[in-house]
Every structure is written in C-alpha cells, then in structure tokens.
Antibody
Framework: QITLKESGPTLLKSTQTLTLTCNFS??????????VGWIRQSPGRAPEWLAVVYWDGDNRYLPSLHHRLTIMMDSSKDHVVFRMTNMDPVDTATYYCAHRKTFYGSGSYYDFWGQGILVTVSS | DFQMAQSPSSVSASVGDSVTITCRASQGIGTWLAWYQQKPGRAPKLLIY???SLQSGVPSRFRGSGSETDFTLTISNLQPEDFATYYCQQANGFYAFGQGTRLDIK
C-alpha cells in the first residue's frame, strides 16, 4: 500500500525559506517511471503543480517559480525534500506530495497523495 | 502559458441525474489528461487518466472522453458521495489544472 506524508513548518514569515519533507512507503524511487511531485492549493483555489523528482534523479519545476524551488531525493531514496525560498503571504497554501506513476501509453499521473500540510506565511 | 479552461464552474444536480463537465486545453495534448475528485479537507483523488481510462477502484459511472483540446467527464446516476469538486489536469508538460467544477446537490 502506497502512503505519503508531508512534514515541516506550518507557520513562516515573509522572506523565509520553506523546507518540507515527504516520507513515503509502499514504493521505491529506484523504479523506472516513478516520481514524487509537490502540488499546492491555496484556500478556495485549484491545485497548482510545483515540481517533480524522477527515479533517475532528474527533476522539473513550474517555470514561473523555478528560481525559488528545489526538489531532491535523499540518497537513501526513502524521502524527498522540497524547498521554496523567499516565501510571501500569497504562498499560503496546503502543500501536498504525491506519487507519480507512469501508465505506459497513457502518460504519467499522480495516483496517491499525502494528506497535505497547511503552510501559513505571515508578513 | 499553457492553460486548462474548465466549465461550468459549478453545477447543481440530484441523485440519479447525469452531469457532464468539460475541459479545454490551450493547445493539443493528445490524450494526456486526468480528472480528479476532491472533497473538502481532502487531497484530490485520481479518477480518470489518459483521458478515458478508469483508475482502479473508481466506479464505472465515471466516464472520460476527448482528445487534443476538448475533453469531457460524465458522471451517470449520481450518488450522494459524488458531490464534490472536480478538476482536469494536463499531463503533457507541467501538469496544469483546470479551475475546477463544484458539483452540488440540488
């Protein structure tokens, strides 16, 4: 059974750096096609995809936020770390990590999600 | 910027009804599209991937169709647990989501 859980600070001040950890079980980040992504959702808004790290260590970022984001998997490949610099009140959101599965011939999708962590940024 | 336009933004229906939600991509994405269901306080749940493939465990009353720029999600014989918000998401690049469609009980 695949499970993911986000952890990290729930309250930050403007300009601080957010560091979140995604601990997961039930899959291996060494498996070809697998990835772990981060998606956030501001209150009352649609989700916004932010970043993904792939089984081979490659990563992708949302272009508009690329300069602020870092995603990496731990050398043990049993958790993923996400960082977002220069936080602002508009970055207040629930941040989710999710398992990315490749459905061969149909693309790659996020089929298991963590419960999310609400991060509030104050000015 | 790549965008996904979803409509309607909200819809009301009764148990047993059918509803259709549409999603339009700003450029062709083949069939690289997913539909998610989200309930308050919960993470999104994958319903449909590849535009029309049902995720494991999802009831067959959910049906997805479409390709390139125009996609639809149809829910037949609505059940009480189906009242939620639905999002489309493109999977051909940076995983942009639509704005969402809230499905309420009439």
């Amino acid at each position: 059974q695949i499970t993911l859980k986000e952890s990290g600070p729930t309250l930050l001040k403007s300009t601080q750096t957010l560091t979140l950890t995604c601990n997961f079980s039930g899959f291996s980040l060494s498996t070809s096609g697998v990835g772990v992504g981060w998606i956030r959702q501001s209150p009352g808004r649609a989700p916004e995809w932010l970043a993904v790290v792939y089984w081979d260590g490659d990563n992708r970022y949302l272009p508009s936020l690329h300069h602020r984001l870092t995603i990496m998997m731990d050398s043990s490949k049993d958790h993923v770390v996400f960082r977002m610099t220069n936080m602002d009140p508009v970055d207040t959101a629930t941040y989710y990590c999710a398992h990315r599965k490749t459905f061969y011939g149909s693309g790659s999708y996020y089929d298991f999600w963590g419960q999310g962590i609400l991060v509030t940024v104050s000015s | 910027d790549f965008q996904m336009a979803q409509s309607p933004s909200s819809v009301s229906a009764s148990v047993g009804d059918s509803v259709t939600i549409t999603c339009r991509a700003s450029q062709g994405i083949g069939t690289w599209l997913a539909w998610y269901q989200q309930k308050p306080g919960r993470a999104p749940k994958l319903l449909i991937y590849g535009a029309s493939s049902l995720q494991s465990g999802v009831p067959s009353r959910f049906r997805g169709s479409g390709s390139e720029t125009d996609f639809t999600l149809t829910i037949s014989n609505l059940q009480p647990e189906d009242f939620a918000t639905y999002y489309c998401q493109q999977a051909n690049g940076f995983y942009a989501f639509g704005q969402g469609t809230r499905l309420d009980i009439k």
